[in-house]
């Protein structure tokens, strides 16, 4: 034991050992904050906004409409809609994907609320300007960054003459989130 407190290698090889892994796990560590710094800032987010929502009921049957803008960096798959909690078939979700600024509202449309009159295929809508709307397939809807969706969505389940003035929820799911929105019953006026 007297040989190793006199000799003064002994103590610099433990300091020195020592010091040289701290400043391993340091570097490692910089190294591993650097990248997730630079990956996490160069990852772009999905984000959307949802305005203008509608939902109307005329007695016999009952029309949701709402305006979906992309304001995050990257496309978006909107893979359902469901209004108070009961999705919405894409065959009854007509849509027009606009890369123009849309500032009005969207009105309600007596002929998609009519079972006899309702399209099946492509309808002009006019909302400002005129506006093709498209019915939905079996396949999710892709929304581009920086474009704006407006969506009828004809017959929700659950929405019925007696839920005018109640507030219901409108619910967009994509494949990394799922977007909320309320909005009241309206009577539909033609």
Same mark, same amino acid.
Request: glycine share 6%.
């Given at each position: 034991?007297?040989?190793?407190?006199?000799?003064?290698?002994? &103590?610099?090889? /433990? $300091? #020195?050992?020592?010091? +040289?892994? %701290?400043? =391993?796990?340091? &570097?490692?560590? /910089? $190294? #591993?904050?650097?990248? +997730?710094? %630079?990956? =996490?800032?160069?990852?772009?987010?999905?984000?959307?906004?949802?305005?203008?929502?509608?939902?109307?009921?005329?007695?016999?049957?009952?029309?949701?409409?709402?305006?979906?803008?992309?304001?995050?960096?990257?496309?978006?798959?909107?893979?359902?809609?469901?209004?108070?909690?009961?999705?919405?078939?894409?065959?009854?979700?007509?849509?027009?994907?606009?890369?123009?600024?849309?500032?009005?509202?969207?009105?309600?449309?007596?002929?998609?609320?009519?079972?006899?009159?309702?399209?099946?295929?492509?309808?002009?809508?006019?909302?400002?300007?005129?506006?093709?709307?498209?019915?939905?397939?079996?396949?999710?809807?892709?929304?581009?960054?920086?474009?704006?969706?407006?969506?009828?969505?004809?017959?929700?389940?659950?929405?019925?003459?007696?839920?005018?003035?109640?507030?219901?929820?409108?619910?967009?799911?994509?494949?990394?989130?799922?977007?909320?929105?309320?909005?009241?019953?309206?009577?539909?006026?033609?």
């Amino acid at each position: 034991m007297r040989n190793i407190l006199k000799n003064r290698t002994a &103590l610099s090889t /433990v $300091v #020195t050992t020592l010091i +040289i892994l %701290v400043v =391993s796990v340091l &570097l490692a560590g /910089v $190294v #591993t904050y650097f990248a +997730i710094n %630079v990956t =996490s800032t160069r990852v772009q987010e999905e984000n959307l906004a949802m305005t203008k929502q509608h939902i109307w009921d005329d007695q016999t049957n009952a029309l949701g409409a709402i305006m979906i803008t992309n304001t995050g960096g990257r496309d978006v798959v909107i893979s359902k809609v469901a209004i108070r909690g009961q999705a919405s078939p894409w065959t009854n979700v007509f849509y027009n994907i606009s890369a123009t600024a849309i500032t009005v509202d969207i009105p309600f449309n007596k002929t998609l609320c009519d079972a006899a009159t309702a399209p099946t295929g492509i309808f002009l809508q006019t909302i400002g300007t005129g506006y093709n709307f498209t019915a939905g397939t079996t396949n999710p809807l892709v929304l581009p960054s920086g474009q704006t969706m407006l969506m009828y969505i004809k017959s929700p389940d659950s929405i019925s003459v007696n839920d005018i003035g109640l507030t219901v929820a409108i619910t967009v799911f994509t494949s990394q989130a799922m977007y909320y929105k309320e909005t009241n019953v309206e009577a539909a006026v033609s």
